[in-house]
């Protein structure tokens, strides 16, 4: 019997959901026994090789073909963009978490694209007074859309974005993916969570990474919102190559292996007293520098 390709939308135990490349229809899928022994499993966004049993209820996955990319936290594989959603308020996002992510990006070599969203409760000076330091940081480095569910800003312009991809959503819990989502493909009918009021965060909503399919066209991986998020796997040293604001002025610098925090004669740190790069980044990088020196 010849072998049907997919891509895996679900995993869970021993077996995953997969959607049939030319079909578009799902289909349970036990694992064989060889990729227990040489633990080896697939993840969201795997492309896989299938065989569908006599009985036509489920299939069994046969090869797992090679990945273009990984993505690990949240873990997903083979994706065109990142989405990172993240807010200034209700939650308030603490931008070292927006940069270790964006870090981590960077690192898979994954396109990323900002939403800033709940825009609708930007209304104090103060909060304005943030957002406009928040694109001030971050505009010149990424693609940022404002959005809101309430008024529905820039949904279009999402969906253009999303149309033909394989997107991954990703950002703490409680900045609204699901309720995004929701407006983009009702038909998803994803659940929506709330603020806790005691904790200042999201509740989690959504429990395992899923690829969705988007009635307008493409997929996306709705994920397990995270209350924090830490660098794993990486080495001090090459965070700076992360930083995609330094790489331009990173050959000036006297010495070649500089790490732009204690060395005198540094490029870097004279564009950061120049205000060529972001103040807030630069500390950022030296908060995850230090961490990983530990």
């Not at 009635?215 to 990486?234: Q, R, Y």
């Not at 990173?250 to 740190?269: G, R, W």
């Amino acid at each position: 019997m010849a072998w049907k390709k997919a891509i895996v939308v679900r995993f869970h135990s021993n077996m995953v959901t997969v959607q049939d490349l030319e079909t578009h229809q799902r289909l349970e899928c036990y694992l064989r026994g060889k990729f227990k022994i040489q633990k080896i499993r697939p993840i969201v966004g795997d492309y896989v090789e299938y065989s569908v049993q006599e009985n036509g209820n489920y299939g069994t996955i046969e090869n797992i073909l090679p990945r273009k990319n990984q993505l690990f936290r949240p873990t997903v594989a083979n994706i065109d963009q990142v989405v990172l959603v993240t807010t200034l308020k209700d939650p308030k996002v603490d931008l070292l978490i927006v940069d270790k992510f964006l870090v981590q990006v960077e690192k898979e070599k994954l396109e990323v694209i900002i939403v800033l969203n709940k825009m609708d409760l930007i209304n104090s000076q103060e909060e304005k007074s943030k957002l406009k330091e928040f694109l001030e940081i971050y505009k010149p480095l990424y693609p940022i859309i404002c959005t809101s569910k309430i008024t529905k800003e820039n949904i279009d312009l999402l969906k253009s974005v999303l149309k033909g991809k394989i997107s991954t959503f990703a950002g703490l819990s409680g900045v609204g993916k699901s309720s995004l989502l929701n407006l983009l493909d009702p038909q998803l009918n994803l659940k929506v969570g709330e603020i806790s009021k005691k904790l200042k965060r999201g509740k989690h909503t959504t429990t395992y990474g899923e690829l969705l399919y988007l009635d307008f066209g493409g997929f996306i991986v709705d994920t397990p919102g995270f209350a924090n998020l830490e660098l794993e796997s990486f080495d001090k040293d090459e965070i700076k190559y992360y930083f995609i604001e330094f790489l331009k002025y990173q050959p000036y610098c006297t010495f070649t292996d500089c790490s732009h925090t204690v060395e005198p004669d540094c490029a870097v740190k004279a564009a950061v007293e120049k205000g060529d790069i972001s103040l807030s980044r630069y500390n950022n990088y030296c908060v995850i520098y230090r961490e990983l020196n530990q």
